[in-house]
């Protein structure tokens, strides 16, 4: 038998509407799965628009499948076609289902949506479970509050797919901060699936260095950053006019202000920048590990994985978390300062600038995540791989009997009873 033959496969959908959070978690891991499992194949599915700005592992590739926004009064549009979001919905499903059939994954993680955006998943989830398809769905160590996730999974009729269709739940985080499930009524067989993995690690990459850092001159500097930038402007303009003040804080600043933000938006702040001598700011940098492994600490609004750079390069942190559409942030940041991993500020309205002048000052004085010692806290790529090579044995035998029992009903399940 052939290598290719032989080869596994692992399909990711990254839920996408908006934003690089789903997208960079999906690509953390298929980047550790191949250089794990040099027999492996990982396949993104995605609607991010910067996707291609993204380095890719050999054998880690993506599928862009016409890209879909939510507004900000929760309803989606398409983002860059002439036509209505059922049609995109439509398009996307019908590409989603066509890739799956003929990539033939082993497993299928889903990440955080249990049917995808809109349900968009659904039928594919069916096919590849009567294939004999691992099925894992994906979640971050926070979903959102409980008295707004439970009525939102009780619409989406979430339940019936944990119960019957997923195989496994897996939580990118540590029990010890948070559970993402709390508040729901989970029965006792959908518990029985739910694996922590613990967060996930990241590493900067060697391979390039941002251009910006030759303009820091080597001084210590705080990175701020806002992940995609689209809801970042409150927390840039507080941090901003700390240094625009008479009292400067004690670092120098580099704004990453992200893909995301307004144009005009963004040209405000160069403005305001350029009038700084010790601020330098860039759009975005697809290498944002090597630009925060070098600060001296950060300010951020505490998404998945913005945390999980604090954490494996040990950084001190102040985090500015937003509390809409989600409390996602919020959530997180108050457990982790609970925790002692890292320093929060809630925005209160008034974003004073002596306020945040404190604040930053502060962050010399913090300790750094890796004073608190928490079990299993960066295992989750070391636990990802072992979980895959346990389940590609269990697809083995699984497909060995879907041959067993329908002779010639799949080309994988033969070549698995052979």
Not at 19 to 25: D, E, N, Q, S, V
Not at 357 to 369: D, F, N, S, V, W
Request: proline share 6%.
């Amino acid at each position: 038998m052939s290598t290719v033959e032989n080869a596994r496969r692992i399909l990711i959908y990254s839920h996408d509407s908006f934003g690089l959070g789903h997208l960079r978690r999906c690509r953390v891991m298929a980047n550790a799965l191949v250089e794990k499992n040099q027999n492996l194949s990982v396949l993104i599915l995605s609607g991010s628009p910067i996707i291609g700005s993204f380095d890719f592992k050999a054998r880690v590739d993506f599928v862009r499948i016409p890209g879909i926004i939510k507004l900000r009064n929760g309803e989606y549009t398409s983002l860059s076609l002439h036509i209505d979001t059922e049609q995109t919905l439509a398009m996307r499903s019908s590409i989603i289902r066509h890739t799956a059939e003929t990539f033939d994954p082993d497993i299928f993680i889903v990440d955080k949506e249990p049917y995808g955006l809109k349900g968009e998943v659904m039928e594919t989830l069916e096919m590849l479970k009567a294939r004999g398809t691992h099925l894992v769905l994906g979640l971050r160590d926070v979903l959102d509050d409980p008295a707004l996730l439970a009525p939102e999974w009780k619409r989406k009729n979430v339940l019936p797919a944990l119960e019957s269709l997923y195989d496994d739940i897996w939580i990118f985080g540590v029990k010890q901060i948070y559970n993402p499930l709390t508040g729901l009524d989970i029965p006792a067989n959908v518990k029985r699936k739910i694996t922590y993995t613990g967060y996930l690690p990241r590493h900067a990459s060697s391979i390039s260095e941002p251009a910006i850092l030759s303009e820091m001159n080597e001084e210590p500097y705080v990175l701020v950053t806002v992940g995609g930038g689209g809801d970042g402007e409150v927390l840039m303009d507080w941090v901003l006019r700390a240094y625009e003040g008479d009292r400067e804080p004690p670092f120098n600043a580099l704004f990453v202000m992200g893909p995301f933000m307004p144009p005009e938006t963004r040209a405000s702040f160069r403005d305001r920048i350029q009038r700084l001598s010790r601020v330098r700011a860039v759009t975005f940098d697809s290498h944002l590990e090597r630009l925060m492994e070098e600060a001296a600490a950060v300010v951020a609004m505490g998404g998945y994985n913005t945390f999980c750079e604090v954490l494996s390069m040990d950084k001190r942190a102040l985090i500015i978390p937003r509390t809409v559409p989600r409390r996602e942030q919020y959530i997180r940041s108050v457990r982790a300062s609970e925790a002692g991993l890292i320093g929060m500020l809630v925005d209160d309205d008034v974003r004073a600038s002596a306020t945040m002048l404190t604040a930053l000052r502060q962050l010399a004085q913090q300790k750094k995540p890796s004073e608190i010692v928490i079990p299993g806290l960066l295992d989750g790529l070391e636990n990802l791989n072992r979980l895959v090579n346990m389940r590609f044995q269990e697809v083995d035998r699984r497909r060995a009997a879907i041959a067993k029992a329908e002779p010639g009903n799949h080309p994988a399940a033969a070549s698995a009873a052979d």
